[in-house]
């Protein structure tokens, strides 16, 4: 609204963040850059405003990024899309994220374990996978996902 972007760096960020994938012009509450904004976004799904704010992060070229993920709040397919978004257009940012599935963050540089509060872990995936009685690696050898964490941790080259 501030004129700071032409229309093409704003439609590339939006296509980069997802937002094609998870809507078709023909889809009623199409989102572009003529869409009208309420107070909030509230116009927005939850899915839309996150892409929305990655597509302003990417804009923006922020260096450093708080995101706390959203795991009920939109369906899978929008968060397969953010996922990968930030992924492949935030990988040369400082990103702490604010997880709470381990998909999310077991191909990081390094995570942080809380518990009450307090840090009880610091290193890289495969560090902390290679801690026998560990915090992390007990909650990857408790999920339902074990062998593809192992591998996205093995696959960071930590």
Excluded: W
């Amino acid at each position: 609204p501030f004129d700071e972007y032409d229309d093409a760096v704003l439609n590339a960020a939006l296509r980069s963040a997802g937002l094609d994938t998870v809507q078709s012009e023909n889809d009623e509450g199409y989102i572009g850059l003529e869409s009208g904004v309420s107070a909030g976004g509230g116009n927005f799904s939850l899915g839309q405003r996150q892409i929305l704010a990655l597509a302003r992060a990417i804009v923006r070229r922020s260096k450093v990024l708080i995101l706390d993920e959203a795991t009920a709040a939109i369906d899978h397919n929008t968060d397969t899309v953010i996922q990968k978004s930030i992924r492949t257009e935030l990988k040369d940012r400082t990103l702490i994220i604010v997880a709470h599935r381990l998909q999310t963050i077991c191909d990081a540089d390094k995570i942080i374990v809380l518990e009450a509060g307090k840090i009880v872990e610091f290193d890289s995936p495969a560090a902390l996978l290679r801690k026998e009685s560990g915090a992390f690696k007990s909650l990857v050898d408790e999920s339902g996902d074990r062998d593809a964490l192992y591998a996205m941790a093995k696959n960071r080259l930590c």
